[in-house]
């Protein structure tokens, strides 16, 4: 007997700042207290949770790691359809009459050490058991939410859940009725909680997980994004944001009994922590550190002076436009390697803008130019358009209305500054120069920002992200970075249209120029020029008239043409 109250005594002691000590191969849990458990390479420890109180239908086990796989399994040996090995796993056990004690076991499934946390969330006969009505994965009541992602994409996909059944029933059938006494009349939540920016730390994701991994804490600090019914697909797609944290996860609620039960969360960064090419520690290539570094420079020159010196603003303009359309195309119809498609999208881009120059040289075109460069700015607008929730309505799912709603603004754009081309071209100058800024600061320090052109472009890309959720993570960062582009932006357009108020609208084309010049020469018979003779016969005659003083002073030095 007092050894008895000594165990008493020692879990207490053990539980008393709510988390709960690892004893040698066995962990004992409390509801709704996470527990950070160590699994050592060929070990299996259980985990325990006991005195269950009668009203407790169901339970679920949720253990989540960093970038570790983990083994949950329903008995010591695991094996298909007991077991689930994943970096967020979870079990969900349905409790006969009278069981007051349950364990699950734990194991290190690829030969290394695991870490990590786990919670033990219980649910009455009234919550909806999630995923109970599974036919696609292995368990047979699978209360994970599965995640795929790609450089564009990251998808999530889930079980349907069933309406609650008390302990010892049998669970209601899925599929042989849809009134609303059956599982049809359940809905899905689905939510998203950001991690901090740029902050891969494994500390940050428990902190994390440990915010959101019920019902109410979600509800209370993450984002719901849509609702499904019991008749939309159990599938979400997001745009993959590579480096940045995100936990996923789908509350099922009963809105008839009013309530609710979490599926296990599921966490992506977007990028491998194993690769040593592009894992999530070397995001930052040195080529598009490079190549963004230049044009940040290249646009905070615009952003000030790119009308005063038109020629380099049309260069900059024609880059841009030039390597953007040749980086979808070549992305599309090759697969050569980042750096080369860098390298060659940097020549294309300094061809275009070459072209885009001699073309105002040659002909003189202003209009034709200013329009390319609306058409920036236009493109430009039309991103920030879409990058708002406008983007997320569900109408632009439709590739025809987002592409024709999207060329229709940035051809709308310039059409808008035809009557006042000045004014548009330093506008763009401002807006486009200082965004280029924001890119460059992009290549070094995430924000959110690069994804305004970054989605547009990942859509031209990908023929399916138009099914993708486009949401990202707004935080001090991207305030900062929005309050530098304001700033950069006003602060050129206004210095331009103050420096410029006086001087002709555009600069004249130097081929005109020297046509006119050229004309003016030929009908002027009073410009002294009109009688002077070309370059080379004015030499020839002075070299002459040189040699005759010569040859008067009786120098005969020979005369070198």
């Not at 039960?261 to 040195?286: E, M, N, Q, R, W």
């Not at 130019?369 to 799912?397: A, E, K, N």
């Not at 209305?401 to 940035?410: A, D, E, H, P, Q």
Request: with cysteine; charged share 15%.
């Amino acid at each position: 007997m007092p050894s008895s109250w000594l165990m008493y005594i020692f879990l207490y002691v053990l539980v008393c700042d709510g988390v709960v000590a690892q004893l040698e191969n066995r962990v004992v849990f409390l509801f709704n207290t996470f527990q950070n458990v160590n699994v050592n390479e060929n070990e299996t420890v259980q985990a325990v949770v006991s005195r269950i109180p009668p009203e407790v239908a169901f339970i679920t086990l949720q253990f989540h790691t960093q970038h570790s796989n983990a083994t949950l399994s329903y008995t010591r040996m695991p094996g298909l359809g007991l077991s689930l090995t994943a970096v967020d796993s979870g079990l969900l056990s349905p409790l006969i009459p009278g069981q007051t004690k349950l364990s699950w076991f734990l194991l290190a499934p690829d030969g290394d050490s695991v870490a990590g946390t786990g919670v033990i969330l219980p649910y009455t006969s009234s919550d909806p058991v999630p995923g109970s009505c599974n036919l696609e994965f292995d368990l047979d009541i699978d209360p994970n939410v599965y995640l795929h992602y790609n450089l564009f994409e990251t998808t999530i996909r889930f079980a349907p859940a069933n309406i609650g059944y008390s302990r010892g029933s049998n669970p209601p059938a899925c599929d042989t009725e849809v009134g609303e006494n059956t599982r049809w009349r359940l809905r899905y939540d689905i939510y998203q909680y950001f991690l901090p920016e740029s902050d891969l730390s494994e500390q940050s994701l428990i902190t994390s997980i440990q915010s959101v991994a019920n019902v109410q804490t979600m509800r209370e600090h993450g984002k719901r994004i849509m609702t499904l019914s019991s008749n939309d697909k159990t599938e979400v797609v997001f745009s993959s944001i590579p480096g940045q944290g995100i936990i996923y996860s789908v509350i099922v609620r009963d809105p008839v009994l009013n309530t609710s039960s979490s599926y296990i969360p599921v966490h992506t960064y977007a990028c491998s922590f194993s690769s040593t090419l592009d894992g999530c520690d070397t995001l930052g290539k040195i080529s598009t550190r490079i190549f963004f570094t230049i044009a940040g420079l290249a646009g905070l020159f615009v952003c000030f002076f790119g009308h005063r010196f038109f020629k380099c603003e049309l260069f900059c303009m024609g880059f841009g436009f030039a390597a953007f359309l040749f980086f979808v195309l070549i992305t599309r119809t090759t697969k050569l390697d980042y750096d080369i498609r860098l390298t060659l999208t940097a020549v294309i881009g300094v061809v275009g803008g070459v072209i885009l120059v001699m073309s105002w040289w040659r002909f003189g075109s202003v209009m034709s130019c200013v329009v390319v460069v609306g058409l920036m700015l236009g493109f430009l607008i039309s991103s920030i358009v879409f990058f708002t929730p406008v983007g997320d309505i569900q109408v632009f799912r439709s590739n025809v209305v987002f592409w024709v709603t999207f060329s229709c603004i940035v051809v709308g754009v310039p059409l808008f500054f035809v009557r006042w081309p000045r004014e548009g071209n330093i506008t763009t100058c401002g807006v486009a120069g200082a965004y280029a800024v924001v890119l460059a600061v992009n290549a070094y320090i995430y924000t959110s920002l690069s994804y305004i052109t970054l989605n547009i472009l990942k859509r031209f890309l990908n023929d399916n992200f138009s099914k993708a959720f486009t949401d990202v993570p707004f935080q001090d960062i991207d305030f900062m970075m929005i309050t530098v582009w304001v700033v950069l932006g006003v602060s050129g357009i206004v210095l331009q249209l103050y420096r410029e108020r006086t001087r002709p609208f555009f600069p004249p084309s130097p081929y005109l120029m020297w046509l006119q010049e050229r004309e003016r020469r030929k009908t002027n018979v009073l410009d002294p020029s009109h009688h002077t003779s070309s370059l080379p016969s004015r030499l020839l005659a002075r070299a002459r008239q040189l040699t005759g003083r010569r040859e008067s002073a009786g120098e005969h030095t020979p005369l070198l043409l």
